[in-house]
């Protein structure tokens, strides 16, 4: 598995950054919770890799 894997989860994440103190808070909340296990899977990768774009990766979720 490669990070490149999870593009989708980039974008949501950073919108969520930016929206989470909004109207459409609830809207995140709820989508954040429904994607928990691939953010999870995301993130472990990016910690279990020993590479500066998997660590970028990571920090950017």
């Known amino acids: 598995m490669h990070f490149v ?3 989708a989860l ?6 969520a950054d930016a ?8 809207y995140w909340f709820a ?3 429904r994607e ?6 995301a993130l472990e990768y990016s910690l279990a890799e020993d590479t500066e774009q ?3 990766a ?3 979720i």
């Open 10 to 15: 980039k974008q949501p994440a950073q919108s």
């Open 54 to 56: 998997a660590a970028e």
């Open 31 to 33: 989508r954040v919770q």
């Open 58 to 60: 990571g920090l950017k």
């Open 36 to 41: 928990q296990s691939n953010l999870r899977a």
């Open 5 to 7: 894997e999870y593009p």
């Open 19 to 26: 929206e989470c103190i909004s109207a459409r808070q609830p």
